[in-house]
């Protein structure tokens, strides 16, 4: 059974900072690309960055230059530094990997909050 947990959210001010870590099992975490993607209020779910085997990385528009994708497969873990953060960042952010065979997993989600 393929699990993705995500941690690491919570308020924190405009300018901040936050890591969030995606802890994936069941799945052969060192040759899958792995992507976090985000959902606010009223909007649909967006693509936030995405990381392959190979370790290259890829961004939304809107993150690109604040925000950092990286990933630990001893611990099979995916990170996502978030740095400079904006009001408008805040969204749930939700972890995802799509196996070879087209199986979508989705984490449950972390909330993040970017406000006083």
């Known amino acids: 059974q393929v699990l993705l947990a995500e941690s690491g959210g919570g308020l924190v001010r405009p300018g901040g900072s936050l890591r969030l870590s995606c802890e994936a099992t069941?799945?052969?975490?060192?040759?899958?690309?792995m992507r976090w993607y985000r959902q606010a209020p009223g909007k649909e779910r967006e693509w936030v960055a995405s990381?392959?085997?190979?370790?290259?990385?890829y961004y939304g528009d809107s993150v690109k230059g604040r925000f950092t994708i990286a990933r630990d497969n001893a611990k099979n873990t995916v990170y996502l530094q978030m740095n400079s953060l904006k009001p408008e960042d805040t969204a749930i952010y939700y972890c995802?990997?799509?196996?070879?065979?087209?199986?979508?997993?989705w984490g449950q989600g972390t909330q993040v909050t970017v406000g006083t």
């Open positions: 995802n990997t799509v196996s070879n065979i087209g199986d979508d997993y």
């Open positions: 990381i392959n085997s190979d370790n290259s990385a």
């Open positions: 069941g799945l052969a975490f060192s040759i899958q690309a």
